[in-house]
């Protein structure tokens, strides 16, 4: 029996965060992507991984994740807001926050 789609998901996504070898250019984006999912809390990346990334529904990562999707959808929210910031902050000139 094949494993289950969001087992090869979290395989794939894993496998890609893998050092990257000097001969592979990784654009600025990406970077900053990885970099600042690194940052979140575990379950707010492994939620954003598994629904944005890995493609599964609030429901499917709620069963994967074993929460109730009412606290998925709380970890997607909280986690998307404070990439939102993290990715804004990076893109700063001269890295200044954009926070007083």
Request: glycine residues 8%.
């Amino acid at each position: 029996m094949p494993a289950p789609r969001w087992t090869r998901t979290a395989r794939t996504w894993l496998s890609r965060q893998r050092p990257v070898e000097a001969a592979t250019p990784v654009d600025e984006g990406t970077a900053a992507l990885v970099t600042a999912l690194r940052l979140l809390p575990e379950a707010q990346r492994r939620a954003i991984v598994l629904h944005h990334l890995g493609d599964l529904s609030v429901a499917e990562v709620a069963r994967v994740e074993g929460s109730p999707e009412g606290t998925i959808k709380a970890r997607l929210s909280r986690g998307r807001a404070a990439l939102g910031e993290l990715l804004a902050d990076s893109h700063e000139p001269n890295g200044a926050s954009s926070h007083a």
